[in-house]
């Protein structure tokens, strides 16, 4: 594994640990507006890396069944989309701004599972990073260097404020900085995690990668639809979230197709 893989996969971490570093000179939370157009940013970029960073590459991966190139598309989105379903209902986690917890009653701290709320939606980035940089190390896709490296770039665009959102909550609930920047950056580790164990397994990897990107898009589609734009358009003002998505979106886009 090179060099360059590795500060790849490392990328989309060191946007959640900039992004946790804010309790450091930010003094309160997020003013919610630009909670909302952040959460909405997180959005736009989550779903282009999904459409052109691996939705398309698994369809032109399976050109060679023709008229039914659809079909790892269909079944990895499905799978995916069914894989968060069941964590999100097997794992006790909290989201931004509510006090209900989801998933097995547990005794668990507030702040333990708003961790593990940012976790959840970790685990498909980790996956479609390491799926790619999986083809990539092993030479046998139409994945380019570029074209990684602008996926890993596009989710560090969008953890940044994820990890501010998750660090500055846990700060203003009485911990010290450090223990909320910890808890921030610990929330965005199961990334890299995920990446590593998916290349250690490319050989596995790459017979199923078309269905493997479409699952990854799918996983992350779910976060977007069931949890990031529902709490952006909480309230007031949902327009701003929608702008934000817009600005995600097309900032993604321009990456993936600019650098792919």
């Known amino acids: 594994m090179n060099s360059t893989i590795i500060i790849g996969i490392l990328i989309p971490f060191i946007g959640t640990t900039l992004g946790s570093a804010c309790v450091f000179f930010m003094k309160n939370e997020i003013n919610p507006l630009v909670q909302k157009a952040l959460l909405g940013f997180a959005s736009g970029v989550m779903v282009a890396a999904s459409v052109w960073s691996l939705l398309i590459p698994g369809i032109d991966m399976s050109a060679h069944m023709g ?6 598309g269909a079944v990895g989105i499905a799978v995916g989309m ?4 069941a964590m ?4 006790p986690h909290l989201h931004l701004n509510t006090d209900v917890p989801e998933g097995p009653h547990t005794a668990l701290k507030k702040t333990t599972m ?3 709320a940012v976790t959840l939606h970790n685990i498909p980035e980790g996956m479609a990073v390491g799926v790619v940089f999986a083809g990539l190390y092993t030479g046998s896709t139409q994945i380019t260097m570029a074209g990684a490296i602008a996926l890993s770039v596009g989710i560090a665009i969008q953890n940044f404020p994820e990890g501010a959102i998750i660090a500055l909550p846990l700060k203003s609930a009485g911990n010290t900085k450090g223990k909320a920047f910890l808890y921030g950056t610990l929330s965005g580790i199961v990334e890299p995690v995920a990446a590593v ?4 397994l490319s050989s596995f ?3 199923i990668l078309p269905y493997l990107l479409s699952f990854a898009a799918g996983a ?10 529902p709490e952006a358009s909480q309230g007031e003002h949902s327009d701003i979230a929608t702008m934000g998505f817009a600005v995600g979106f097309i900032i993604m886009m321009i990456l993936d197709v600019a650098l792919g």
Do not use: S
Not at 88 to 91: A, G, R, S, V, Y
Not at 197 to 200: H, Y
């Open 197 to 200: 164990l998916t290349i250690l």
């Open 88 to 91: 999100d209902k097997l794992t």
């Open 114 to 116: 708003l961790v593990l």
């Open 205 to 207: 990897v790459i017979p």
């Open 82 to 85: 069914a894989f968060l379903y």
């Open 67 to 72: 008229r039914f190139a659809f079909v790892p």
């Open 220 to 229: 992350m589609l779910y976060v977007v639809v069931e949890e990031l734009l």
